[in-house]
């Protein structure tokens, strides 16, 4: 049974950093689409950003580019997101995604084959 696992999340203060960590299970890494959405109280969940295995390309959400970083460490299945310089409207559950097709499903329908339970983040101004 595939299985994600987030951690990490946590409250911060504006302009702080959290690293978010996404352990998988049951989930080959090759061809592999894997990254992140959010959703925020009374909004749309929102694709904040996926990395393509087939060739490490990473992508961005426009409002999180330049301040988030998404990596991996292979051989702990594990994806992590680095948040920097964050911002009261960063504040959401950030949920892990992995698919199996492409980044669209995780970055534009914020949804793939497989996600965990989310962890919250929350940013104080």
């Known amino acids: 049974e595939v299985q994600l696992v987030e951690s990490g999340g946590g409250l911060v203060q504006a302009g702080g950093s959290l690293r978010l960590s996404c352990a998988l299970s049951?989930?080959?890494?090759?061809?592999?689409?894997i990254g992140w959405f959010r959703q925020a109280p009374g909004k749309e969940r929102e694709g904040v950003s996926c990395i393509d295995f087939s060739d490490g390309r990473p992508y961005y959400a426009d409002s999180v580019k330049g301040r988030f970083t998404i990596s991996s460490d292979n051989a702990k299945n594990t994806v992590y997101l680095q948040m920097n310089s964050l911002k009261p409207e960063d504040t959401a559950v950030y949920y892990c995604a992995a698919d199996t097709y492409d980044c669209h499903s995780i970055m534009v329908a914020t949804t793939g084959d497989y996600w965990g339970q989310g962890t919250q983040v929350t940013v104080s101004s």
């Open positions: 049951e989930f080959s890494f090759d061809d592999s689409y």
